[in-house]
């Protein structure tokens, strides 16, 4: 009973905020609502026993992701223009509409094999062992460093002044 | 009792579907950026809706998940680097007249 109401809560909280990410015309204001859908998020994982990823989830996005995209909001002197929309509202409207009613018809139609095992609870070492261990996905985590660095190389890059 | 498999499904449509509406119709680069963060935030719930459901012990959907966050930081950094170098060059970063590569 408590987890409905903490998932009802925390998805109300979700929705609601990245709907006025949509709304709101002013871009600071959206970026904020950005970091309450984030922690939604986070919640979220917690009520799916996940809380390595809700950790994660909270140093990475919001921590991370949303000052820089706040600090970039900030260099570009977007919040004077605000954030307009173009004139695809009503075409999306329906596309996005369709595509929410083909995945929520495909979801109810599927009968899915839910184990009734319960969650392996704390997530932090069984998912090292899958991440790390001899069988896991151990090559994809070096390819993830590899991407980080190639990232950051390409920021430098762009952002080089060209003298 | 807990919420179900198809409540945290329909959870993650709903706002993958809320970001998808943002990154078509803003005009703003940065809030297109943003939209298309709340996409992946709806696609990791599902994720790890299916890792607690369907295989809880093997928890193969939270490993994705794990690789999910990463290309989106790498994704966002690159992102806003291109737009910031934009910025500099033409002085908007309005998606309707950067038409560049647009017949």
């Known amino acids: 009973m408590g987890l409905q109401i903490a998932f009802w809560i925390l998805s109300i909280t979700a929705v609601a905020a990245a709907a006025g990410v949509v709304w709101q015309t002013n871009l600071f204001r959206a970026a904020l609502l950005l970091v309450a859908c984030f922690l939604a998020t986070a919640g979220i994982f917690v009520t799916l026993s996940a809380d390595f990823l809700a950790a994660a989830q909270v140093i990475i996005n919001v921590g991370a992701v949303a000052v820089l995209i706040i600090m970039s909001i900030m260099l570009t002197r977007e919040v004077t223009r605000g954030s307009p929309s173009n004139r695809l509202g009503i075409p999306a409207f329906w596309l996005t509409g369709i595509v929410t009613a083909a995945i929520i018809v495909a979801v109810a139609k599927t009968s899915w094999p839910v184990s009734p095992v319960p969650p392996a609870e704390p997530t932090s070492s069984a998912l090292a062992l899958i991440l790390m261990g001899g069988n896991g996905f151990e090559l994809v985590i070096h390819m993830g460093a590899l991407l980080l660095l190639a990232t950051i190389i390409g920021a430098i890059v762009l952002l080089k002044e060209s003298k | ?103």
């Open chain 2, 1 to 103: 009792m807990a919420p179900g498999l198809e409540q945290y499904l329909v959870l993650s449509a709903v706002i993958f579907s809320i970001g998808l509406f943002g990154a078509i119709t803003k005009r703003s680069a940065v809030v297109i950026l943003i939209c298309i963060e709340i996409m992946l935030a709806g696609v990791n719930i599902a994720l790890v809706a299916f890792s607690r459901f369907i295989t809880p012990a093997e928890l193969t959907g939270q490993s994705f998940s794990v690789f999910v966050i990463v290309v989106a930081a790498a994704e966002v950094a690159v992102g806003l680097a291109i737009i910031l170098a934009l910025y500099r060059q033409r002085h908007t970063i309005d998606t309707d007249k950067i038409d560049l590569l647009k017949w």
